[in-house]
């Protein structure tokens, strides 16, 4: 039976329309340029079939494959930048994607950046990220390695956005551009308090030492001062009075204090029974004297930790707040122990009726040590905490918190960036977080048998590493690769745009007087003296 003509070319139109469609709407390679190409011979592929079987409409299926191609085009970059969310975060990309930027839509996402020295870290992804969380009115909890890098930044992007929310910032190097104020107050109860005691001697133990019997009659000791002043004399109960109190006081005044308050007694109890032994007693208080003294005897410390200009209550829904503390390399074994125990404080703030949106922006984290770190990205995420830690490598995280525990911080940041590094530690486990894919091998081989001689090519495939080691440490300044969760990229290998900025410097906060720092440390030295003598007596 013959076919109509009409009806031969009306399945002839929809054959092409539908070869059209494929052409048009194929992207069988990861390259965007070969895949253009593949796309152009497709064109015109149907183009010679259309002139064979089409009189007068041949470059109809070429049109709908390019109206095919484009849109398609045209939707995804709506996807990648026009049906952008308020609350998306977004990096500036200078080369190695098809699009401006890259986009996370989730922001508790959190974000890791490992790299090293001159990678780029700071201002390719660090201050980048910084913007984006400002930009959206987060509070957070800034801890700033570099001096006061990212706490200037912090403050001019504030004022570039118009940030909601009271901005305090504490440098234990310069109390002129300091606020003061007393993190303790801030404890919710006696076993807050007791924790954070540990966390704190803990942090001020020499490195590879051990918490032995003389480790756990010190921090009983200081335990059981901490709480009757938490207790009894709630307006004195600061960090540098707790100190200076144990530091000042007499073997009789130490134990008398100890005693007239049962719990602290208790907490207490391996110095206090020690009593017929002056030796063992002396022992417990020489080792507490001796993690705190370093502390005791820095009178900035003791002026910033003493003072009550805010409260330390970043998430109280009344008056969110953005707090930054410096940190100063050459003191850091000073300084650390009481960063540390700030961020434990902050953390502890959280619960299920959080109204605020919060970030830990944590530069070079693993300079302090925070007890439990491993699960706080993961518990705090479900309060609306994000977390962005920037540090040199893995290894370095490891090195910190053990090998299962950095497994554990990394499994909980949805968006990872390696930036180039030569730690070699490093370079042998990156590439395990990308896998391995299929690689073509050729082998070729040639011999001769007689007068005739034969060449053969073999080719074989074998799965091997996606990226390899030498691929981090040959990488550029701004140049990342990585993985991204909930963004309009799974994988990349980026080039980053670096973040520039004018910035003013930091208000000064106050003058200070000559001697006003070494006077407050002579009128807490006082206050203890006159709480272990009598005169100031309990609430």
């Not at 001062?225 to 938490?230: G, K, S, T």
């Not at 705090?380 to 497994?407: C, I, P």
């Amino acid at each position: 039976m013959k076919i109509p003509e009409s009806l031969l070319l009306h399945i002839i139109l929809a054959a092409l329309f539908l070869l059209a469609a494929v052409i048009g709407l194929m992207r069988p390679l990861r390259n965007r340029t070969a895949n253009f190409c593949l796309f152009v011979a497709g064109m015109g592929l149907e183009t010679m079939l259309a002139y064979r079987l089409l009189s007068g409409q041949w470059l109809l299926p070429a049109l709908v494959s390019a109206v095919f191609y484009y849109g398609r085009e045209f939707f995804a970059t709506i996807r990648r930048h026009g049906s952008s969310s308020a609350d998306a975060i977004r990096l500036p990309v200078k080369s190695g994607y098809s699009g401006s930027h890259l986009e996370f839509s989730y922001p508790f996402s959190n974000f890791l950046v490992y790299g090293g020295a001159g990678s780029g870290k700071t201002k390719s992804v660090g201050k980048w990220l910084l913007e984006e969380y400002i930009r959206q009115g987060f509070a957070g909890f800034i801890y700033d390695f570099k001096d006061v890098d990212y706490t200037r930044t912090a403050y001019n992007l504030m004022l570039k956005h118009g940030y909601p929310h009271k901005f305090y910032y504490i440098n234990f190097d310069n109390p002129a551009r300091s606020y003061r104020f007393n993190p303790l107050k801030a404890v919710q109860d006696e076993a807050e308090l007791m924790q954070l005691m540990e966390d704190m001697l803990r942090a001020f133990l020499p490195p590879k030492s051990e918490e032995n019997e003389w480790f756990t009659g010190a921090l009983g000791i200081l335990r059981g001062v901490a709480f009757r002043l938490w207790d009894e004399y709630r307006r004195y109960c600061t960090i540098p009075h707790i100190v200076l109190l144990i530091m000042d006081a007499s073997l009789e005044e130490l134990q008398s204090f100890l005693q007239r308050n049962s719990l602290s007694s208790m907490m207490a109890g391996a110095y206090l029974k020690a009593a017929g032994s002056e030796k063992t007693q002396a022992s417990y208080i020489s080792t507490l004297c001796n993690y705190l003294s370093t502390f005791a005897a820095d009178k900035n410390l003791a002026y910033v930790l003493s003072g009550d200009e805010f409260d330390f209550n970043l998430i109280d829904p009344e008056n969110p707040k953005m707090f930054a503390v410096s940190n100063n390399f050459a003191k850091n074994s000073i300084y650390a122990p009481v960063i540390g125990m700030l961020m434990s404080i902050s953390s502890r703030q959280f619960s299920m009726q959080n109204r605020v949106p919060f970030v830990y922006f944590l530069d070079e984290m693993t300079t302090v040590k925070v007890r439990d770190f491993e699960g706080l990205p993961s518990v705090l995420r479900e309060y609306k905490a994000a977390f962005v830690l920037l540090t040199q490598s893995g290894a370095k995280v490891e090195k910190l918190y053990g090998k299962n525990d950095r497994s554990s911080i990394e499994a909980n940041f949805g968006n990872v960036f390696f930036g180039r590094t030569t730690d070699v530690e490093a370079l042998k486990y990156y590439p395990t977080f990308f896998g391995k894919a299929e690689k073509e091998r050729k082998s070729r081989s040639s011999g001769t048998s007689g007068r005739s001689s034969n060449k053969s090519v073999t080719i074989s495939t074998q799965k091997e590493d996606i990226y390899q080691g030498r691929d981090f440490s040959a990488l550029e300044p701004g140049e990342f690769i990585g993985f991204a969760n909930r963004a309009n990229i799974k994988e990349f290998k980026v080039k980053l745009k670096m973040f520039q900025m004018e910035e003013s410097d930091l208000p000064i906060v106050r003058t200070i007087k000559p001697n006003e720092i070494a006077a407050n440390q002579g009128k807490i030295l006082q206050e203890v003296r006159d709480i272990l003598s009598g005169v100031i007596t309990s609430s």
